[in-house]
């Protein structure tokens, strides 16, 4: 059974610019959600969706934004890039909204802003 | 506001020693507890995961129990090897704000 699944793996980015990240969920999960892990800060949250819905939403800038198909994927997109943006990007899946059998989690997109 | 805490940030032993970590939440309203492991650089592996409801899990070597009334569990590691080296997490899905809350987490080395 396929795992999350989120690409891309590795990407470089300048300051200022945008990019998008993707996570395709478990199939069969409808909850997805967003994590930003830096060495200073730990794992911070970023939003959950559940069934195209965003249901939560962390304490990150506007600059952060996402969103949910109907086949569950979620995007996360991060415009005018910043330095501190550099991250590990973690996305983890979920059948519930409250997530009754835990997390599955991704192995990330490690973002570089330079 | 949940806050996770996991005592201690590091740890090291000598392979073969069993160990316990450390994590307590200061809001009992959980719908589940779950423990995670990371290797550096990658994605989080869930270990065991505790329902509100349950006492305890056990997978293998590991043993985790929650008691929620005190906002505790604790991940018990029998026969430690130098490949259980890694950053072990634990995070509580919060009831009133229904997010996920992750501690610190605990580093562990184990040399052999």
């Known amino acids: 059974k396929a795992g999350v699944t989120q690409t891309p793996r590795y990407l470089i980015k300048t300051r200022g610019q945008q990019v998008t990240l993707s996570c395709s969920p478990i199939?069969?999960?409808?909850?997805v959600s967003w994590y930003q892990q830096t060495p200073g800060q730990g794992l911070q949250f970023l939003f959950e969706?559940?069934?195209?819905?965003?249901?939560n939403k962390g304490n990150f800038p506007g600059r952060f934004s996402g969103r949910q198909f109907s086949n569950s994927r979620s995007e996360m997109n991060v415009s005018t890039l910043e330095l501190g943006d550099s991250a590990l990007y973690l996305c983890?899946?979920?059948?519930?909204?409250?997530?009754?059998?835990?997390?599955?989690f991704g192995s990330g997109t490690r973002l570089t802003v330079v | 506001k949940q806050e996770v805490t996991q005592i201690p940030a590091a740890l090291s032993v000598p392979e073969g020693e069993n160990l316990v970590l450390n994590c307590s939440f200061t809001?009992?309203?959980?719908?589940?507890l779950q423990w995670f492991r990371q290797d550096p650089g990658k994605g989080l592996t869930s270990l065991l995961l505790?329902?509100?409801?349950?006492r305890e899990q056990t997978s293998g070597r590991l043993n985790a129990s929650l008691d929620k009334s005190s906002g505790r569990s604790t991940l018990y590691i029998a026969a430690s090897q130098p490949g259980d080296s890694a950053t072990y997490l634990c995070?509580?899905?919060?009831?009133?704000?229904?997010?996920?809350?992750f501690g610190a987490g605990t580093r562990l080395t184990v040399k052999p």
């Open positions: 983890a899946s979920s059948w519930t909204s409250t997530a009754d059998y835990g997390y599955t």
């Open positions: 199939s069969g999960h409808r909850s």
């Open positions: 969706y559940f069934s195209e819905t965003q249901r």
């Open positions: 809001d009992s309203a959980i719908y589940n």
């Open positions: 505790i329902q509100s409801s349950q």
């Open positions: 995070a509580v899905r919060d009831y009133n704000n229904n997010d996920m809350r």
